[in-house]
Nanobody
């Protein structure tokens, strides 16, 4: 399985971005998936995850602002990020939930700055 993240960029505080994670492989739908992020000088942390059945859970710092979703027909998981804050600046990764070490990709950079 290969996971490829996209959709990051530079956005002003209060702005929005939608990240996408495209997965290869025909068994994507059976796995819980997560979005993770790593800010400079900090450990990677879980942002949100979604089960195979569509149940979701969020880190407290993003609850109410971020929405995780999946499209099993497209083997893709999304992260809609609204009301972005400078502290959301990080490299964002997708992976299984819980994560598998062999599936970490390059991630996509999100920078929130005026």
């Amino acid at each position: 399985v290969q996971l490829v993240e996209s959709g990051g960029g530079l956005v002003q505080p209060g702005g929005s971005l939608r990240l996408s994670c495209a997965a290869s492989g025909s068994i994507f739908s059976i796995y819980a998936m997560g979005w993770y992020r790593q800010a400079p000088g900090k450990q990677r942390e879980l942002v949100a995850h979604i089960t195979s059945g569509g149940s979701t859970n969020y880190a407290g710092s993003v609850k109410g602002r971020f929405t995780i979703a999946r499209d099993n027909a497209k083997n893709t998981v999304y992260l809609q990020m609204n009301s972005l804050k400078p502290e959301d600046t990080a490299v964002y990764y997708c992976n299984n939930f819980p994560p598998s070490p062999k599936y970490w990709g390059q991630g996509t950079q999100v920078t929130v700055s005026s």
